[in-house]
């Protein structure tokens, strides 16, 4: 059983790549309702279903098995909301094209990896930084992606 339901999970990478549900659905060839249901952690989904949303997000589907008591170091920390609002802004995903540029890597990898990291920061700051701490954020980064030292 996992520790965590999965729809809370499922709604930040939605949110946080400014899709909609019926967008999702479309992608995964799912009904609106049935992922609707998923979000609000009803509901018990196929791997298949999860792959096919995994597919639309454009994230990787993950299972693994663990012996008793064993703990993995995967996190499935849910988006801030402060990071789903700047995931959807112009500038964001300006920079993070322009981050995926200067690596050679796909937008959408950058932009998945960002939330996440932020999601993982603002874990371990017991606290979500506001809008603009993540700005200085990526600007950092942008800064060291574009003048390595």
Not at 33 to 45: C, F, K, Q, T, V
Not at 63 to 72: L, Q, R, S, V
């Amino acid at each position: 059983m996992p520790k965590e339901p999965i729809g809370p999970r499922l709604r930040a990478l939605r949110q946080a790549s400014g899709r909609t549900v019926a967008s999702v659905a479309a992608d995964a060839g799912l009904s609106v309702p049935y992922i609707a249901n998923l979000e609000n952690s009803r509901g018990n989904p196929t791997t298949s279903a999860l792959s096919r949303l995994a597919a639309a997000l454009g994230t990787e589907l993950s299972i693994e098995f663990t012996a008793a008591g064993e703990t993995t170091s995967t996190t499935t920390t849910p988006a801030p909301q402060s990071v789903v609002r700047l995931s959807r802004t112009r500038r964001f995903r300006e920079t993070v094209r322009a981050l995926a540029e200067a690596s050679g890597q796909d937008p959408a990898d950058v932009s998945g990896r960002l939330i996440t990291a932020f999601s993982v920061i603002a874990e371990a700051m017991g606290r979500e930084p506001g809008e603009a701490d993540w700005w200085r954020v990526l600007d950092a980064l942008l800064l060291v992606a574009e003048h390595p030292a």
